[in-house]
């Protein structure tokens, strides 16, 4: 039997010593979230190769009592993946588990393991002329097993669905070490409890993912990515109604903004220039893809524009002409945390209410913020398309970033009612991690924290796994 | 505390006399499954009027033990919905919850009750100039509540998904009464286990859902349905290949069947004329929406069609020229049950592997059978852009229906050996039930059983919500 206190030693022995972190310098960047905002501690940092390697490990430590904290990319921004401050876990990193397992062209399917980057199963489709859609900021560094423990989103959920959509089949080592082979690359399979639909989503507080089998989809042969110009975020809801009706399944991409997101945005870009001469106070960026000919979509999405504009609301637009002008578009898009950043201390959210309640939220929102903290300047932008905004606020001009981030909570409580009055979500994709963790119960009914528990209990009874998140005192 | 023996007299007492059956021709439907192999017993049939007689109701039978056998429009194929011949239980038929809570058109989304007829659902939604894209055979008699608790698939699943994508949110009854209020229309929302993945697909054995918020999408404006002649099932593979590259979500459904079974349904729809005038070894059904013009969609599907058959396996090809023409070709698909039993006994399986390897599964099927039963007739049909055939098989000419009855156990051991090779599903679409509980417990893992029955012990402790469905000895 191990015990607590030669449990480092016991796992050297499963993964090598190469593979198993003690010293603080070479833990440090497993310790600290990605914005660094949070800071846990480990007994040890293991790296397993395979998923033999994970099970074993997870066995000693499920033995001998130790808790674990799976990790992927750690690019999280509720400190899911990031140890917390109480017991000594063994961080358990999967970025040694990062083969693209297999690739079934005619299934369209690829099968990959956990530490894959999220552009390297992009590359991998792509490769076989495949679409891989996961897409969203950090996809250069996340792992795809954190995608899948967050079910992220991203800016194609709205013709592809949330990584959730795209999953078919799990690798998964429970609490206990054993392995559940769930990998099948099946469009229908009704054989009793989806168990795969209980591990997406559960931030490694379940089991930890090793490997999936993931949905492809054909390489759209034509983009046509477009700029709008609209008067509130009603017409941006119109504009939205009215792609979907003429343009279908075509429409990819649907982010709002502000204007004040896209002048920060702009200020910390140098030499960016607005997509459009006029002014506007609100922004549509839009995606369109489809098989056929870009010339003929780019014609469609004008008559659309034209339509919609004739309707009323919408009042400039431009269509990127190339590439580089679409990555330009998406530049600013993908820029507005930065400025944002740069403009002073920010309190951020990341909330979802229907989308036809879109407006109503914000002009409540607008009101009431501003009564509590006037000056206060609100930075709303986000994917309109699922009805999920991040509906960040920064601090007034005059006031220092220490006394705003004081008023955190008081923010938060604003917002989050108004979320909540709205039959919204206060985490539409980021998760709950330890961040988020209390806010989410506060406002969840006691039946469904009952029942999470018990998924909790009947899934990891000891409350091993990634102990205190998403639930506390698990 | 409620007793075994008084637990009718409460329950009457709940949801009044009016709503109670106890006498065995009025409960007669209720205990009957719908391919009329099963007949089970129940105390008494209640039809509830309100989630909250649902609770009373269950909680009532909580109290005293009683077992509850939720059921919708019994249309099932696996007998989850009928009493089994153990106890007796109380019978819960939601058909009188069935009113359309709300529709958002801009959310896109239709919040409707259990008790809903399928076709009720999407009527409501063409009303609002929304589609709801389920459709399946039973669509006018079968309950969402049931489509809910089956993962119900159909022919638009290659578009838009099982029942199971199309689902925001749930209202469920839980075992011991209490409500769990997930009636949320948001498209991402990340605040924890997605307890609601759990309540799709668990055919009633978790609690009973009460009401659901749906899906909604636009009505396409044009539609294009064709008939394709195919030499073989591999040039069938390649032909969706090929639709999903050049047409992408534009294709709806891509159905593939045998020429015996088309002659089957052709045998017994009076008048029915086979749709090409060419004899073909094999068939496909493809539909196709677009939001433009039904002229170009018509000219784009021609192109497609083309430029297959000029790569060879595409025989011949005929497109609908008008609505009438484009249901005579479903109803031919949707009359090969039918013309399936009136030609003689059958055997039938509901199975998926994936797509890559459907010629590979029917070549070596075909072999295998023909082998045990000389002359035993294949007749494979079914949803293969999903990966999903309905792989039956009918009795040889000179052999008797009772003889071909017998050799059931013989034939399903070949057929689901080899999906299990092939790791397929043994139910792609029907669910378990009581009929298929045994066979899928055969070929899961021992660690995906102990993961199930650790879900129905987590929710249903004392085991009274649909018990020995999906699980034996629950």
Redesign the interface.
Known sequence: MNTNSNIVERLATLVGAADLLTDPSDMEPFLVDWRQRLRGNARCVVLPRSTEQVSAVVAACAEAGVPIVPQGGNTGLCGGATPGAGDLPVVVGLRRMNRIRAI??????ITVEAGCILKQVQDAAAEADRLFPLSLGAEGSCQIGGNLS??A?GVH?LRY??T??LTLGLEVV?PDG?????L????????????K??F???EGT?GIITAAVLKLF?V?QATVTGWVGVESPAAA?RLL?SM???????LVAFELMADLPLQMALAHSDGAQPPLASAHPWHVLVELA???DEDDLQE?VLDVLEAASEAGGVADAALAQNIEQSREFWHLRETIPEGQTRTGYSIKHDI??????IPEFLDRGAQALAKAIPGIRIVPFG?LG???LHYNVTRPVEMTDGDFAAKTPDVNRIVHELVHEF??????????GQV?RDE?ARY??Q??LD??R??????DPAGIMNPGK??AGT
Chains 1, 2 share one sequence.
Do not use: C
């Open positions: 079934d062209r005619e299934n369209n399917t967050t079910n989103g959920v669905g949330n959730r959509e429970l054993r392995i559940w082979n769930g099948r690359g099946l469009r229908k399979d009704n054989t009793g409890y989806d168990l639909q209980l997406v989503g559960a379940l054909p759209p809801v109604d979907q009706a003429s343009l279908g399944p075509r489809d098989s056929g469609l979802s209410v229907p989308i036809s309640r994917h699922d009805g999920n039959h919204g979500s206060i985490s539409a994709e980021h998760g709950l988020k989410a969840k009914s039946v469904e029942l999470m018990a998924v909790k209990r009947a899934f998403i639930l």
